[in-house]
C-alpha cells in the first residue's frame, strides 16, 4: 500500500468558532446553522470519531480499519494493528478567545482517568493584534493563582504575546494556555482529547448556560514552574519548529518549482500544506523528474506511508509542515 491517504474532514461545533475554514481554505462547511464551525479534524483513531479516506483503492475505509489490515505498510513492520494512530490533526477557527486550560502531565493523567497532549500550534493567519496565551507569568505561585480565579482576576496571571501568520509554538501538556480571538491554527497534537477549563471568561456555552470548568484537575495539572515560554517566530527558511518526545515537525519552505522527498522504509510521515500549493507524485526510483500527481493545496493534511516513496513539488511559492518520529 504505497498510496497517500487523504481523509474526509469532520467538523466540529464550537461556542468560539466561526467560518474561516469556509473562507481561508476554500472549504465547504456543513449548512449554515446558529452553531460555529471551530474545529476541522483532519487525521483523527479514535472510538468517537474516525477519519474516512477519500479517493484510491482504500476509499471509504476507516483510519482503525486501514491500521488494522495494513498497518506494516503504513506504519511499518514493527506497528501494533490495535495501536491507535498517536497523531491528532486539527485546524481550528477561533472566531473568539478559547477558554484557559490545561491538559494533564502523564503522571497525573493516570489518576483523573485522562490523556496526557502535547501539541503544537501553526499560526496560518491571524487578525491584527491577536495573542496567544501559554504559561505563567514569571513569579506567579499556585496560591496567587487560585485567588485570581476567585477574584476572576486569572488574566493577570498568564503570559501573554502577539502572534503573526507563520509564528508556531509546541504547547507541553501540563502549560496552562488559551487561543486569542482571531487566529485561525493548524494544531498537531497526540491523540487524546482531555482537557481541563480552568476559567472562560464569564462565556456561557450554546445551550445559555455557563460551561463546565474542571478547577480541581486544573490546579492538579499546572506545571507551577513553566513560566513565559517563547514562540518559534516566522522565517524564510526550512527549520525544526518542534521537537518533542511525543513528535516533531519541520517547516519546509519551497519556491515555485522547487521539491522535497520522503523516502519509503523510514516511517510514516503527516505532510501539511499551510501556504501555497504542492503536488505529490509516486517516485519511480528512476532519478527522473516523477509522473503529473495529486495537487496538494493549502489547508490539505495527508499521511505518507512507511511503504511510499513521493516527490512533493511545489507549483507556487509555498511552506510545508511535515510532522515525523511519532511511532
Known sequence: MRELLRFQPLYQSRIWGGRALESALGRTLPAKSSE?????????????????????????????????AHGADVMGPKWPAEKPFPILVKWLDC????SLQVHPPAAVAISLKG???????????????????????????????EAAIADGMVEQCVHHFKVAAGDSILVHSGQVHAIDAGNLILEIQQ?????????????VGLDGQPRQLHVAESLRSIDW???EPAPVRAAPTSGTIADAPE????RVVLGAGERFHVRAGEQARIVSVVSG?????LDNGSGSRPAFGQKLDRGDNVLVPFA??????????AIVLVTENFG
Do not use: C
Open 191 to 203: 491523540n487524546s482529547d482531555t482537557t481541563y477549563r480552568v476559567f472562560d471568561w464569564g462565556r
Open 247 to 250: 513528535f516533531s515537525i519541520r
Open 308 to 317: 511510499g516513496a513521493f516527490t512533493f513539488s511545489a507549483e507556487t511559492t
Open 225 to 227: 514552574s513553566d513560566f
Open 277 to 281: 500549493s504542492v503536488r505529490a507524485s
Open 95 to 98: 472566531r473568539e478567545r478559547l
Open 115 to 145: 490523556e496526557p497532549k502535547t501539541e503544537n500550534w501553526y499560526i496560518a493567519h491571524t487578525a491584527p493584534g491577536a495573542h496567544l496565551i501559554v504559561g505563567l507569568k514569571r513569579g506567579v505561585t499556585r496560591a496567587r493563582f
Open 36 to 68: 460555529p464551525i471551530g474545529e476541522s479534524w483532519e487525521i483523527v483513531d479514535r472510538a468517537e470519531a474516525q477519519s474516512i479516506v477519500v479517493g484510491g483503492v482504500l476509499n471509504g475505509h476507516s483510519l482503525r480499519r486501514v491500521l488494522t
